[in-house]
Structures are given as C-alpha cells and as structure tokens.
C-alpha cells in the first residue's frame, strides 16, 4: 500500500490539474462604455506634445481561433490573443494594422483584456504612425460592456454638436484632397428618431438622411456606405449616454475630399 507521504509527492511530482481555460467568457459583441474625460474611462492619451486626448467608442467582436481568440474592431482591424489563467493577452505582443477610417496605421505592443460577467477591462498600449512621426499611444481605463439590443431612447431627439477645439481635436474636421488639407468646425445639429427595432434615422441639417443601427449603448451606419447629395459616407458610429454623444466620421465629399471627424461630441437639446 502506498504511504500517505509518498501519495503527496507523486501528486507533486505530477502538478495539479489545470482547468481549461473559459474562452467562452470572452467571446461576442463588446460595446466600449461612454467615454469620460474627468475619470479618463476611455480616453485615451497620445504622446505628441501636448498630450492630445482622443475617446474610444465602437465595438469588438471575439471569437475562437485555432490559437485563442480573435478579436475584429468595428474599423476594421483583427487582432490575436492568447487565452491566460484570468486574461486575454496580445499574442504576439506586437501586431500592425492600417485603420481605414482614421487613414493611418498603428501598432499594439499590448493589450490585456478581463471579463467580469457582461463587462470587460482592458488596457492598450501602441505606437501611432502618423506623417509627423510616431506617438505613444495609452489607454488606461478602458471598459466595455457586452452588446445586447436594447431601446433606441437614449439616441432619439436632438442633438447639437459642441463648440469646435483646435487644441483638443473637438469637433474639427478634418478635409484632405491631393494638394491641400482643411480642418473646419464641425456644427450643427442631428436629429435621431427611432424606427423598427433597433433602427435610427439621422437628419442633417443638409436635409440628408442616414440609416443606423444601434446595439446597446452604441449605433453604427448600416448598411456600411451611404450616399445622399454627392456625399458618401463610409463609417460613422456614435457613442451615447441619453445626454452627450461621442461619435466618429468618416467620409467623402461632393468635392472629392476625404473628410473625418475623430472626435466629435454632442449634447442633447431640450
């Protein structure tokens, strides 16, 4: 018969049993939360002098891989993960992507991601490539929640776009064409009204009309490119709390330029 003491050290010998990973805890559609600048959840900061500050809205979308998890943005980037003990981590931890929408690309050197129920933790860390150099790129707060379809309430109304900031990016325009670049003071309002399900009509004060649809905390144009009077718009997607909206807006004009808006912001009118 084998001895209490010898059981223990073959036990030892051999290691404990390690539980398969919950890969499934991660996977599906994550809405980051509404980004705050006085708390910092879901800004983030990048190192160009001073220190620009841009908010992080739209979605992820994981799913299984062969290796782990796989993580697709809303912009158009896909992303590999390794599934850790209590995390996702970038794996390799230095991944390259071109993001159409802001015309520029950036690489990840991490991002650790962990689940708690129906919301998410994450922090970022990056180069961003830019014609003027690179910047680091930080995101310390981040936080999602999981994606769900819910009331259109909180988009439906007025909204007024907030006084233009060269300084921080707020609201500015940004037009390029062949020769030349513009940045114009983004105003105005957008009215939001609900329609079936989980569908939002925008109305410019151009008198155009845009199709978007919203899951959760978060509406982005569906279907993906729209025209109306010689503009086209190919990404917008807005972030709302019932009272302030964050959004991003890309696009090109009836002149031909290739216009986006990286930080724009509205509040509700009453």
Not at 80 to 99: G, H, I, K, M, Y
Not at 130 to 159: H, I
Not at 226 to 249: M, P
Request: hydrophobic residues 35%; contains cysteine.
């Amino acid at each position: 018969m084998i001895s209490f003491t010898a059981l223990i050290a073959t036990v030892l010998a051999l290691g404990t049993p390690t539980a398969h990973p919950p890969v499934h805890q991660y996977l599906g559609t994550w809405n980051y939360d509404q980004p705050d600048r006085a708390s910092m959840r879901n800004v983030a900061v990048i190192g160009s002098v001073p220190p620009i500050h841009v908010p992080q809205i739209g979605d992820i979308v994981f799913t299984r891989s062969a290796t782990g998890v796989t993580g697709r943005t809303d912009q158009g980037c896909t992303w590999t993960f390794a599934v850790r003990r209590a995390s996702l981590e970038l794996d390799p931890p230095s991944q390259n992507c071109f993001n159409r929408v802001i015309g520029s690309s950036y690489t990840i050197t991490r991002w650790s991601v962990t689940v708690a129920g129906n919301r998410e933790r994450e922090t970022i860390e990056a180069v961003s490539h830019q014609p003027t150099g690179d910047y680091a790129f930080r995101l310390e707060e981040g936080s999602r929640t999981r994606a769900a379809k819910g009331p259109t309430v909180r988009f439906a109304g007025s909204w007024r776009y907030d006084p233009a900031d060269p300084a921080t990016r707020v609201n500015i325009l940004t037009t390029r064409y062949p020769d030349r670049m513009t940045q114009t003071p983004r105003q105005g309002v957008v009215t939001f009204a609900k329609g079936p399900g989980n569908v939002l009509t925008a109305r410019t004060e151009d008198g155009c009309a845009w199709r978007l649809t919203a899951r959760g905390n978060t509406a982005r144009l569906d279907p993906a490119e729209q025209t109306c009077q010689g503009t086209r718009l190919t990404f917008w997607t807005v972030a709302g709390d019932g009272e302030r909206q964050a959004s991003i807006l890309a696009g090109t004009a009836a002149d031909g330029g290739n216009f986006l808006l990286s930080v724009g912001s509205l509040t509700r009118q009453r």
